[in-house]
Each structure stands twice: as structure tokens, then as C-alpha cells.
């Protein structure tokens, strides 16, 4: 049976890849920072169906000597690096965590896997976000990288130094450039899940308005399901490498907004405020990728649309906040 550690399980995309491992019939580990609030742990794992079949390990990203025990009592064959302090817009506020975690925790997780675990196959989770102020129309694994926020120069830093611990001490080390991918389990932070959640709300009667930021921003949005068959695919390869993971569709945060109201039976114009306080010091306007090599030398390609995936967030956000109006007295519900 492989075994697999997975730093991040506990956020989106840790969860999909966690249930993909599983159903893989991998043993499936996961690192676990403590935390003074109960029930982190269990949130989105048990929105999946896997509670209690992942076997979490404490450590923290920035402690270098609590991952060295991490990957000795996991002795994995497959490290894949999703743990991050992963939001754009609070990187201008915590710069210094963000480089700490996003960008010295994959080195920490690099350095301790030459040391303890140098056969073990490699995954960073790197992003669009490194291309930033695009230089390029389309964006594919040749496009130079502009980073526009501390999250992004983080997250260049440590694909670098997973192209450097490949090239120098021939670990198999893959990073994959992921665009944009969103899920009912996306944080609430972001922009996708602000309004699909935003939506439910307003279709219950719970709010009137849904403040937001920059509506001119397009991303090119895929489903976070599908992205971790890709990065599982990655480790499968013989060799090592890069890929750009995207669907190649743009669609603005406007339209986004259309899709989602709509989806409810709602006008987004009577809705949607532009609140300053959602701007960034600096944006990145666009991103558009291509992610041919990944079609190409994976055989991956994505499967959920962004009209479907629309639907099944905003149908997964009406559903949780109708149990949590039914449940007033447990708090605030089966989040996230
Ligand atoms: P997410 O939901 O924000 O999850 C981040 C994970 O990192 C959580 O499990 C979090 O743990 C963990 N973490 C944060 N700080 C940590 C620390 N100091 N030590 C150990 N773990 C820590 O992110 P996601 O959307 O699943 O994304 C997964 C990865 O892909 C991230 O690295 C992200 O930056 C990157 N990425 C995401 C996208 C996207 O569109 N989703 C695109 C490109 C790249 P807690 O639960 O305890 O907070
Ligand atoms: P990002 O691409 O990792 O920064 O993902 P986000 O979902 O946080 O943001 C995507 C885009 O939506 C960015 O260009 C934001 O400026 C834009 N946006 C507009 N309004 C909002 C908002 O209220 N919240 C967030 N998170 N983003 C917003």
C-alpha cells in the first residue's frame, strides 16, 4: 500500500486529494498545525466522507524539526505540498508569515525530504498568481513570471527552489502552476465562494446586499476536483517536471456574479455593491492559461464546467445555510 503525506489537508484542495488518495487505496497522512478552536480537522474532510481515514500528524510548516518527524512516521512514497497561508489579500497584511509559510515551509518541506525521505516523489503547489502582471496573452510553463503580491513572490520563491532541489540533488520534484480552482469547500475569503455563499443568503432572506471588490478581474476558474488528478499524475510520470494546470477559459468576476444570481433565480445588478474596502493595493487583471502539456504528456484535462460548477456551489451554500436555520441551537453549522 503507498503511503502519501499531504501538508494542507485540512483546506480545499488537501481534502480532494485526500479522497482521490484514498480511493487509490493509498494510506493517506496528513500534517496538522494545532489550533485553539475544536473541529478544524474534520470540516471539509467530513463534508467528503473520509473523516477519521486520514492519519494526521502535528507540525507546522515554519518547524522544520516537527516535519523531519512528520515524514519519518509516514515514511511516504508521495509528498505533496498544499499547506500555505494561501490568500492574496492577506499577504499585503501578514507579508512575513506569507513568506515564512508559503515560501520557507516548501523549503522546509524540500530540505526535509532530501534528508529523510530523498526517494519520496515531490508535488509544490505553485499558482497563476506567479504570472501577475501577465506577459503574455496566454499563459503556459514558458511564460515569464511577474509576482503582484507578497503571496505570489512566496509562491515563486518556493517553485524555484523546487526546480533548484530537482536539478541539483535529483529529487523528483513536480511543481504544477494551478489556476484557479474553486469547489463548495473553497474558503469563504475568496471570491468565488463570497458569492456563492453571498447568494444563498440573500435567496433565504438573510441579507439584501453582496459587497465586493474589483468586478473587472477575470480568472480562468476549474473545479478542485479535477486539479488533483492532476497533481497525482504529475508523480506518476517518470520524470519530473512542470506543468501549467488551467482550462483556458477567462471569465470575469462580473460575470461570475451573473452566472451565480441567476443560478438562484436572482438579478445580480439589485444586489452586488462595489466596496473599496475589497481592492487591492495591486491587481492581477487577467489570467488565461494553457495547459497543453499537461493534456499532452499527462492525459489530464478538465471535466466540470464553470456553469456546473457554479450550480453546485450555490446549491451546496442554499443547502448549508438551510441547516444551519434549522439547527440555530449548534452554533454555525456544518461549515466551512
Ligand atoms: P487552503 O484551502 O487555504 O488550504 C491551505 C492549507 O494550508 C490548510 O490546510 C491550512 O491549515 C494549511 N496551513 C496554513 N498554514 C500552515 C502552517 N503554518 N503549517 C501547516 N499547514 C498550514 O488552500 P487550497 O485552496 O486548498 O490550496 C492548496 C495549495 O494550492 C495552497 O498552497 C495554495 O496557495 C495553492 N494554490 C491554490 C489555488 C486555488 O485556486 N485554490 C491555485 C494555485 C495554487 P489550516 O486548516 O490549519 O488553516
Ligand atoms: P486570487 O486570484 O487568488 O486572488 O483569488 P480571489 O478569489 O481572492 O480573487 C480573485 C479576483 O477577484 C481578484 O482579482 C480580486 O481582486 C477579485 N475580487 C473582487 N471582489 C472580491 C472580493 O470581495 N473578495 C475577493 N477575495 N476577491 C475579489
Given at each position: 500500500?503507498?503511503?502519501?503525506?499531504i501538508t494542507g489537508v485540512t483546506g480545499q484542495d488537501?481534502?480532494?486529494?485526500?479522497?482521490?488518495?484514498?480511493?487509490?487505496?493509498?494510506?493517506?497522512?496528513?500534517?496538522?498545525?494545532?489550533?485553539?478552536?475544536?473541529?478544524?480537522?474534520?470540516?471539509?474532510?467530513?463534508?467528503?466522507?473520509?473523516?477519521?481515514?486520514?492519519?494526521?500528524?502535528?507540525?507546522?510548516?515554519?518547524?522544520?524539526?516537527?516535519?523531519?518527524?512528520?515524514?519519518?512516521?509516514?515514511?511516504?512514497?508521495?509528498?505533496?505540498?498544499?499547506?500555505?497561508?494561501?490568500?492574496?489579500?492577506?499577504?499585503?497584511?501578514?507579508?512575513?508569515?506569507?513568506?515564512?509559510?508559503?515560501?520557507?515551509?516548501?523549503?522546509?518541506?524540500?530540505e526535509a525530504t532530501r534528508l529523510v525521505a530523498p526517494?519520496?516523489?515531490?508535488?509544490?503547489?505553485?499558482?497563476?498568481?506567479?504570472?501577475?502582471?501577465?506577459?503574455?496573452?496566454?499563459?503556459?510553463?514558458?511564460?515569464?513570471?511577474?509576482?503582484?503580491?507578497?503571496?505570489?513572490?512566496?509562491?515563486?520563491?518556493?517553485?524555484?527552489?523546487?526546480?533548484?532541489?530537482?536539478?541539483?540533488?535529483?529529487?523528483?520534484?513536480?511543481?504544477?502552476?494551478?489556476?484557479?480552482?474553486?469547489?463548495?469547500?473553497?474558503?469563504?475569503?475568496?471570491?468565488?465562494?463570497?458569492?456563492?455563499?453571498?447568494?444563498?443568503?440573500?435567496?433565504?432572506?438573510?441579507?439584501?446586499?453582496?459587497?465586493?471588490?474589483?468586478?473587472?478581474?477575470?480568472?480562468?476558474?476549474?473545479?478542485?476536483?479535477?486539479?488533483?488528478?492532476?497533481?497525482?499524475?504529475?508523480?506518476?510520470?517518470?520524470?519530473?517536471?512542470?506543468?501549467?494546470?488551467?482550462?483556458?477559459?477567462?471569465?470575469?468576476?462580473?460575470?461570475?456574479?451573473?452566472?451565480?444570481?441567476?443560478?438562484?433565480?436572482?438579478?445580480?445588478?439589485?444586489?452586488?455593491?462595489?466596496?473599496?474596502?475589497?481592492?487591492?493595493?495591486?491587481?492581477?487583471?487577467?489570467?488565461?492559461?494553457?495547459?497543453?502539456?499537461?493534456?499532452?504528456?499527462?492525459?489530464?484535462?478538465?471535466?466540470?464546467?464553470?456553469?456546473?460548477?457554479?450550480?453546485?456551489?450555490?446549491?451546496a451554500d442554499l443547502r448549508r445555510h438551510r441547516e444551519?436555520?434549522?439547527?440555530?441551537?449548534?452554533?454555525?453549522?456544518?461549515?466551512?
Amino acid at each position: 500500500m503507498p503511503h502519501a503525506l499531504i501538508t494542507g489537508v485540512t483546506g480545499q484542495d488537501g481534502a480532494y486529494l485526500a479522497r482521490l488518495l484514498l480511493g487509490k487505496g493509498y494510506r493517506v497522512f496528513g500534517l496538522l498545525r494545532r489550533s485553539a478552536s475544536a473541529d478544524v480537522v474534520g470540516e471539509r474532510l467530513r463534508w467528503l466522507g473520509i473523516e477519521g481515514r486520514v492519519e494526521m500528524l502535528d507540525a507546522d510548516l515554519s518547524d522544520l524539526a516537527s516535519i523531519l518527524r512528520a515524514i519519518e512516521a509516514a515514511q511516504p512514497d508521495e509528498i505533496y505540498n498544499l499547506g500555505a497561508q494561501s490568500f492574496v489579500k492577506t499577504s499585503w497584511t501578514q507579508p512575513i508569515l506569507t513568506g515564512q509559510v508559503t515560501g520557507l515551509g516548501a523549503v522546509n518541506m524540500l530540505e526535509a525530504t532530501r534528508l529523510v525521505a530523498p526517494r519520496a516523489r515531490f508535488y509544490q503547489a505553485s499558482s497563476s498568481e506567479m504570472y501577475g502582471l501577465i506577459q503574455r496573452p496566454v499563459q503556459d510553463e514558458a511564460t515569464p513570471f511577474y509576482p503582484r503580491s507578497p503571496y505570489a513572490a512566496a509562491k515563486l520563491y518556493a517553485h524555484w527552489m523546487t526546480v533548484n532541489y530537482r536539478e541539483s540533488f535529483g529529487l523528483h520534484a513536480s511543481s504544477g502552476i494551478l489556476f484557479n480552482h474553486e469547489s463548495p469547500l473553497r474558503g469563504i475569503e475568496f471570491v468565488t465562494r463570497k458569492i456563492t455563499d453571498g447568494v444563498a443568503r440573500i435567496r433565504l432572506g438573510l441579507a439584501e446586499a453582496l459587497p465586493l471588490g474589483n468586478l473587472d478581474a477575470t480568472r480562468d476558474w476549474g473545479h478542485a476536483a479535477d486539479y488533483v488528478e492532476a497533481m497525482w499524475l504529475m508523480l506518476q510520470q517518470e520524470q519530473p517536471g512542470d506543468y501549467v494546470v488551467a482550462t483556458g477559459r477567462t471569465t470575469s468576476v462580473r460575470e461570475f456574479c451573473r452566472l451565480a444570481f441567476a443560478h438562484a433565480g436572482l438579478d445580480w445588478e439589485r444586489h452586488v455593491r462595489v466596496d473599496p474596502a475589497f481592492l487591492r493595493p495591486a491587481e492581477v487583471d487577467v489570467l488565461r492559461g494553457d495547459a497543453t502539456r499537461a493534456r499532452r504528456v499527462l492525459g489530464w484535462a478538465p471535466r466540470t464546467s464553470l456553469e456546473e460548477m457554479v450550480a453546485e456551489m450555490v446549491e451546496a451554500d442554499l443547502r448549508r445555510h438551510r441547516e444551519r436555520a434549522d439547527r440555530p441551537s449548534r452554533g454555525p453549522g456544518p461549515p466551512p
